[in-house]
């Protein structure tokens, strides 16, 4: 490794305490970002009775709409000032949004409801759902503005969108094995957790940590300026990798319940626990995925983590039906590189923010954030492109191994096994050459922080 160069000006490192509170809306974020690309359209295909072809127009279509949300959302916060900070009162007004989307959308929905009520309350739930995401997202850029402490930040983050989707996975589990209900009431179950965990958790976050000002002019709103940041290196290849990285899972959770159905022979609440071991073994994996990240560059960390995570996926996924425990076993390991990507790629582009401060000397930072999450949605988007294909050649969305023709599950097999593996790939094979390295970013904080400790200086003068 290289020498890296000092900051001028060090920011305080963040107790544990700290983060842990800022990550806590992670909990019930995390439960909607389980739930959309998963719970949801199997759900209203399912239970709700929505046919597969009418619920994956509705979701592509909802997301191809909320995609245009987000570059709005990010150039309001970049231009928000208010004595509460920039990005906490976004998060605030995502709040009572999320509750609502929440309670309709999980717990009043009934069977025989039409696709306009799941086209209206869906397209609700993602607005509020940006601007809470993009809100926290921009918070975790500025509380540690250094190059490794900005990993261990995210680092958190997304080890509590972990637990979070682990806690929101156990509960219908739960409801079905305790028999308290049946799987659509362990829906609703998460419904009403997602509800009352909103404000309690942002709630603290509010109280319990700081947002740090930082300087720079006013966004220009033109659309060159929008424009510009693609024709930077770093956001083009972050951009690109992020987006092989949301469709793969994509695809993983929106095919998880009909493979390990109709081709391992397991039932929903096994294929369910599947799930739920993968996302533990991510929470596992994430410390050591921060950590090597600071030893070879989060560029590099990405890339290793992204191979390796197509390697034991696909390894995974062949291990034959019949033996819950060694399926088990295989999944567990697969997702121990699960975590990285999502957590690595926010770093990455909140670095890619102090690179845009330093050349023009405006930040953008909540608009470059807003258009990584536009390539995650866009993602999920092209991942919901196998329920059209599986309609194509006949696939029913059955609970049992049967009913299905041998075209239709080597296409399923195809779509779940061998996509998701060659993106996985190609999402690491695209950094390479990546130009923001660690070294280039101590030298840009340093030069930033001298900068604003003169502009402060001049102010006070």
Same mark, same amino acid.
């Given at each position: 490794?290289?020498?890296?160069?000092?900051?001028?000006?060090?920011?305080?490192?963040?107790?544990?305490?700290?983060?842990?509170?800022? *990550?806590?809306?992670? @909990?019930?974020?995390?439960?909607?970002?389980?739930?959309?690309?998963?719970?949801?359209? !199997?759900?209203?295909?399912?239970?709700? +009775?929505? !046919?597969?072809?009418?619920?994956?127009?509705? #979701?592509?279509?909802?997301?191809?709409?909320?995609?245009?949300?987000?570059?709005?959302?990010?150039?309001?916060?970049?231009?928000?000032?208010?004595?509460?900070?920039?990005?906490?009162?976004? =998060?605030?007004?995502?709040?009572?949004?999320?509750?609502?989307?929440?309670? =309709?959308? #999980?717990?009043? /929905?009934?069977? %025989?409801?039409?696709?306009?009520?799941?086209?209206?309350?869906?397209?609700?739930?993602?607005?509020?759902?940006?601007?809470?995401?993009?809100?926290? @997202? %921009?918070?975790?850029?500025?509380?540690?503005?250094?190059?490794?402490?900005?990993?261990?930040?995210?680092?958190?983050?997304?080890?509590?969108?972990?637990?979070?989707?682990? $806690?929101?996975?156990?509960?219908?589990?739960?409801?079905?094995?305790?028999?308290?209900?049946?799987?659509?009431?362990?829906?609703?179950?998460? +419904?009403?957790?997602?509800?009352?965990?909103?404000?309690?958790?942002?709630?603290?976050?509010?109280?319990?940590?700081?947002?740090?000002?930082?300087?720079?002019?006013?966004?220009?709103? *033109?659309?060159?300026?929008?424009?510009? @940041?693609?024709?930077?290196?770093?956001?083009?290849?972050?951009?690109? *990798?992020?987006?092989?990285?949301?469709?793969?899972?994509?695809?993983?959770?929106? @095919?998880?319940?009909? #493979?390990?159905?109709?081709?391992?022979?397991?039932?929903?609440?096994?294929?369910? $626990?599947?799930?739920?071991?993968?996302?533990?073994? +991510?929470?596992?994996?994430?410390? #050591?995925?921060?950590?090597?990240?600071?030893?070879?560059?989060?560029?590099?960390?990405?890339?290793?983590?992204?191979?390796?995570?197509?390697?034991?996926? /696909?390894?995974?996924?062949? /291990?034959?039906?019949?033996?819950?425990?060694?399926?088990?076993?295989?999944?567990?390991?697969?997702?121990?590189?699960?975590?990285?990507?999502?957590?690595?790629?926010?770093?990455?582009?909140?670095? &890619?923010?102090? !690179?845009?401060?330093?050349?023009?000397?405006?930040?953008?930072?909540? $608009?470059?954030?807003?258009?990584?999450?536009?390539?995650?949605?866009?993602?999920?988007?092209?991942?919901?492109?196998?329920?059209?294909?599986?309609?194509?050649? +006949?696939?029913?969305?059955?609970?049992?191994? &049967?009913?299905?023709?041998?075209?239709?599950?080597?296409?399923?097999?195809?779509?779940?096994?061998?996509?998701?593996?060659?993106?996985?790939?190609?999402?690491?094979?695209?950094?390479?050459?990546?130009?923001?390295?660690?070294?280039?970013?101590?030298?840009?904080?340093?030069?930033?922080?001298?900068?604003?400790?003169?502009?402060?200086?001049? &102010?006070?003068?």
């Amino acid at each position: 490794m290289t020498a890296r160069s000092a900051p001028a000006r060090a920011t305080p490192r963040r107790s544990n305490a700290v983060l842990a509170a800022f *990550s806590g809306p992670c @909990l019930p974020l995390a439960a909607f970002g389980v739930a959309l690309p998963v719970t949801l359209p !199997e759900f209203y295909a399912t239970f709700v +009775g929505l !046919e597969l072809g009418v619920v994956a127009a509705v #979701f592509m279509a909802v997301r191809l709409i909320d995609i245009v949300f987000d570059p709005f959302i990010g150039w309001g916060m970049d231009r928000t000032r208010t004595r509460f900070g920039r990005y906490r009162p976004w =998060m605030a007004l995502s709040t009572p949004m999320l509750m609502l989307a929440a309670y =309709m959308m #999980f717990v009043m /929905v009934q069977p %025989g409801a039409p696709p306009i009520y799941l086209f209206g309350w869906l397209l609700f739930l993602y607005l509020g759902f940006s601007i809470g995401t993009l809100g926290q @997202l %921009g918070w975790a850029a500025v509380l540690a503005p250094q190059y490794d402490q900005r990993s261990r930040v995210y680092g958190w983050w997304q080890v509590f969108n972990i637990i979070g989707v682990v $806690l929101i996975l156990v509960l219908p589990t739960v409801v079905v094995q305790t028999g308290i209900g049946a799987y659509a009431d362990g829906v609703r179950i998460m +419904g009403w957790a997602i509800v009352i965990a909103l404000p309690v958790t942002i709630g603290l976050a509010m109280i319990a940590v700081p947002e740090p000002v930082t300087t720079g002019g006013q966004p220009h709103g *033109s659309l060159g300026a929008y424009l510009s @940041l693609f024709k930077k290196p770093v956001v083009r290849k972050l951009l690109l *990798s992020d987006l092989l990285l949301g469709v793969a899972p994509g695809i993983t959770g929106s @095919l998880l319940f009909f #493979f390990f159905g109709q081709i391992k022979g397991y039932d929903h609440t096994q294929a369910g $626990l599947f799930m739920l071991f993968y996302f533990v073994a +991510g929470l596992c994996g994430a410390p #050591f995925w921060a950590w090597y990240a600071t030893r070879v560059g989060k560029d590099r960390g990405l890339a290793v983590a992204s191979v390796v995570s197509a390697v034991l996926y /696909v390894g995974a996924t062949l /291990v034959p039906g019949g033996n819950f425990v060694l399926t088990a076993v295989v999944m567990f390991i697969a997702g121990l590189p699960y975590a990285a990507g999502l957590f690595l790629t926010r770093a990455m582009m909140a670095d &890619a923010g102090d !690179e845009e401060r330093f050349e023009t000397g405006v930040d953008r930072t909540g $608009l470059m954030l807003s258009i990584l999450s536009a390539t995650t949605k866009i993602g999920h988007v092209v991942a919901l492109i196998p329920y059209l294909i599986l309609q194509g050649v +006949g696939f029913r969305a059955l609970p049992g191994p &049967a009913g299905n023709s041998d075209m239709a599950l080597l296409t399923l097999q195809i779509l779940f096994i061998a996509v998701p593996g060659v993106l996985l790939v190609l999402a690491g094979v695209v950094l390479k050459n990546y130009p923001l390295t660690a070294k280039r970013h101590d030298e840009i904080r340093a030069a930033l922080e001298a900068r604003d400790a003169g502009a402060q200086a001049g &102010a006070r003068a």
